[in-house]
């Protein structure tokens, strides 16, 4: 994390230096990996050492759009080698039937989900729906598949199967169990303390991993609802809260907003604790005490018995939200553009409330940048800088207003304070690495001071062939116009790209990537 410094100590000797636009990484040229050191290979004329710092990345590879050959993601280590041909494959093509009461079901949906996906937020899922006989027909990339067949819109119970390994050829049969051994139960809401019911709220069975075991039931006029599982199933939970089923009915005027419940137990009667309904008015004023238009209020309650969230749009800078007398946070966030106030502080309420409640969204941070590049020198001009504050709190990510870098690699930032995430793109003709640095701006600093300079990575020019087989037991061929893809993983287990390009006429990619222990973190 780096603070910011006063600005002329920051720029007066990086500013004077000579600014850094390397067209090409300098490497031996070769023409095979026999005239290079026993460690290196020969890509493209060029001889490549393997990665000093940086080793185990993830690797997604996605054929252009129209072709026949499937995705495919895979983890590579480059200390071992820079240089990685992939080779596509067709997808697995079959057709399957869903089947129930000894009938094929018309309009159901099948939905398979990577088991164990290489690039964890990057989950390959494939969707087919069912024809009038109970007949689909997926294309499903090479590998291992969870599966869930989802009956049409109604009361039955999904069923879960897999993992299904498509290089074993499995069948894509499914059946549903027979209506006649499924089990009712049912149950009843009220309101914790009158005992009234409460109804048009969502009601799903759901497993020890929140996996639901049953279709949702909207609770009733009299608060009644009504589950149907399949045979067999152990113990279960409730997950109760509002409908987004548009013909499953809809919340009583007196219930809405609706909170969301923690998973309790089964049982045929239940009594929610339902605080009354109370209005939260928000003022959202600037510094200088004017109104903020078209800030976004965020309000997130904290009562662990039950869970409440809305964000609201406040078109002139006031607005009144409709939430549950309790403990809340509140906090605004007005516009991104640069010409705009920054973020309030996040404040603690306790609704109900005797008038309005006011936020003050002080003055952006603004701050001063420099781009080095490797050997410490100033970068050109025309390199890109997506600043994403991190997601804290009330408020998810945010993009801030930054400025391509000047000749002398200096560029303008105007955010909000917090943890932020920069990523440093190189113009497209220069052979640097995209890098990503954690930054921490803070309040305090003075305004149009000086980050810390940021340095680019040492850059890792890496390369290959991509090839795909378009029939079985045919000769594989050059795929061109495929996207090939490289990723890390940060602290929080979230992808990071490090580069990206398309292979060209010859199926070769050639990317630059950043060498470092840590990508993500910057160096």
């Not at 499903?140 to 009361?155: F, I, T």
């Not at 516009?335 to 109900?352: C, E, H, K």
């Not at 490289?486 to 398309?502: I, P, Y």
């Amino acid at each position: 994390m780096r603070r910011a410094v006063p600005l002329a100590a920051a720029l007066s000797v990086p500013l004077a230096a000579c600014s850094l636009r390397e067209p090409r990484v300098s490497n031996a040229p070769c023409s095979s990996s026999g005239q290079c050191s026993s460690a290196n290979v020969c890509f493209l004329g060029e001889c490549r050492p393997p990665a000093t710092n940086l080793s185990i990345v993830r690797v997604e590879v996605r054929p252009p759009n129209g072709s026949p050959l499937a995705v495919r993601s895979m983890q590579v280590d480059l200390r071992a080698s820079v240089l990685n041909d992939f080779s596509l494959t067709l997808p697995y093509s079959g057709s399957g039937t869903v089947i129930q009461d000894g009938s094929g079901v018309d309009g159901g949906t099948v939905v398979f989900t990577d088991h164990l996906p290489v690039i964890p937020d990057r989950v390959e899922q494939v969707v087919a729906t069912t024809g009038p006989s109970g007949v689909y027909r997926p294309q499903l990339p090479q590998g291992s598949w969870d599966v869930v067949v989802l009956p049409p819109p109604g009361h039955l119970p999904p069923l879960r199967a897999g993992p299904l390994d498509t290089t074993l050829s499995p069948s894509l049969d499914f059946t549903l169990p027979a209506t006649s051994t499924l089990t009712a139960f049912d149950g009843g809401l009220t309101m914790g303390g009158d005992g009234g019911p409460v109804a048009g709220a969502s009601v799903t069975a759901i497993d020890s991993q929140g996996a639901a075991l049953s279709a949702t039931s909207v609770s009733d006029a009299d608060g009644g609802y009504s589950l149907l599982l399949p045979p067999g199933v152990p113990e279960f939970s409730l997950q109760i809260g509002p409908t987004t089923d548009a013909d499953g009915g809809t919340l009583q005027a007196a219930l809405d907003p609706f909170p969301t419940y923690p998973p309790m137990p089964y049982a045929p009667a239940i009594a929610l604790p339902l605080p009354p309904p109370a209005q939260l008015a928000v003022r959202i004023v600037d510094s200088a005490g004017e109104l903020v238009p078209s800030a976004r209020v965020y309000v997130r309650s904290v009562d662990p018995a039950w869970s409440l969230a809305r964000s609201v749009v406040a078109d002139t800078g006031e607005t009144d939200i409709a939430l549950r007398e309790g403990n809340y946070l509140v906090q605004a966030a007005p516009s991104t553009d640069a010409t705009s106030p920054g973020l309030s502080a996040a404040r603690p309420i306790t609704l109900p409330l005797a008038g309005p409640f006011q936020l003050t969204c002080p003055p952006k941070v603004r701050r001063v940048g420099q781009i080095l590049g490797p050997d410490g020198r100033a970068v050109g001009a025309n390199f890109q800088i997506v600043a994403t504050r991190t997601a804290d709190g009330l408020i998810p990510t945010r993009m801030a207003s930054t400025t391509a870098t000047d000749p002398l690699g200096a560029f303008h930032f105007v955010g909000d304070a917090g943890s932020w995430r920069f990523e440093i793109v190189p113009p497209a003709d220069v052979r640097l690495p995209r890098t990503v640095i954690g930054v921490a701006l803070f309040a305090t600093d003075a305004q149009d001071s000086a980050m810390q300079p940021m340095r680019l990575s040492q850059p890792l020019p890496v390369g290959g062939v991509v090839t795909g087989r378009l029939s079985p037991g045919g000769p594989d061929a050059v795929v061109s116009n495929a996207m090939v893809s490289f990723f890390s993983l940060d602290s929080s287990n979230h992808s990071v790209l490090l580069g990206s390009a398309r292979t060209d006429s010859m199926g070769h990619y050639d990317i630059v990537l950043p060498d470092v222990a840590q990508p993500g973190i910057g160096p």
